[in-house]
């Protein structure tokens, strides 16, 4: 079972570029790498997910480097609509395949005027 | 842009009475799931479905919970006999490929056991 590291909190301010780093040192080759987002009372959300190297999408970007024993979320310029808690997961093979995902505590970002 | 829908947004229940949370996921995903968060606490994953059985349980989803695909399109999960404890925001999710792919969540089902 891989299990993730993050950071409980951050702060940022508005025009912020903002990265978070997962610690994920017993990710297994097949294992992905996955981040979402998720503000109170709602269900998480979706954010970017890799396996090595970058991933750039329009909302973020998730750095991976080479041992894949950490990943970066990056949000370029965030805003107060940003605040929320960032989860970072790795891929998990239950008995049946890949079939779950496990959260950790999760960041919580807090991004102030 | 599909959804995952979840009825009812909030039910509250006497302990010991039976209830069904109900999940429509989007219509064309294939792997299903059912998540919870007790208030302040992390996400926590309780069952994944597919081909019309569980594929993966926590220690959570112990026989006091099950899940039922009955038609096409919904999806429910069962907490018979609740318990203070089973109060939380219970989450359905969907996705096409399994936990490698985007897994779509719900608003969200918030119990209250009483």
């Known amino acids: 079972l891989a299990k993730t590291t993050q950071p409980i909190s951050m702060d940022s301010y508005e025009g912020q570029e903002v990265n978070i780093t997962c610690s994920h040192n017993?990710?297994?080759?097949?294992?992905?790498i996955t981040w979402y987002q998720q503000f109170p009372s709602q269900g998480p959300r979706f954010i970017i997910q890799?396996?090595?190297t970058k991933v750039t999408n329009e909302v973020a970007s998730l750095f991976i480097p080479a041992d894949r024993k950490s990943s970066t979320l990056s949000l370029p310029r965030v805003s107060l609509s940003d605040t929320a808690v960032y989860y970072c997961?790795?891929?998990?093979?239950?008995?049946?395949?890949?079939?779950?995902?496990?959260f950790g505590a999760g960041t919580r970002l807090a991004v102030h005027p | 842009e599909p959804e995952v829908t979840q009825t009812p947004s909030h039910q509250v229940t006497q302990m010991g009475q039976e209830v069904i949370l109900r999940c429509v996921p989007i219509?064309?995903?294939?792997?299903f799931y059912w998540y919870r968060q007790i208030l302040g606490q992390k996400v926590e994953f309780l069952v994944s479905?597919?081909?019309?059985?569980?594929?993966?349980k926590s220690e959570i989803f112990d026989d006091q919970f099950s899940v039922e695909r009955p038609d096409g399109s919904n999806f429910t999960l069962k907490i018979r006999s609740t318990k203070l404890e089973d109060s939380a925001m219970y989450f359905c999710?969907?996705?096409?490929?399994?936990?490698?792919?985007?897994?779509?969540f719900g608003e969200g089902s918030r119990l209250t056991v009483l």
């Open positions: 999710a969907s996705s096409v490929r399994g936990a490698t792919g985007e897994l779509f």
């Open positions: 890799g396996y090595k």
């Open positions: 997961l790795v891929g998990d093979i239950g008995t049946g395949g890949y079939n779950k995902l496990i």
């Open positions: 479905f597919y081909n019309n059985e569980i594929s993966e």
């Open positions: 017993n990710i297994a080759t097949n294992d992905y």
């Open positions: 219509s064309n995903h294939l792997y």
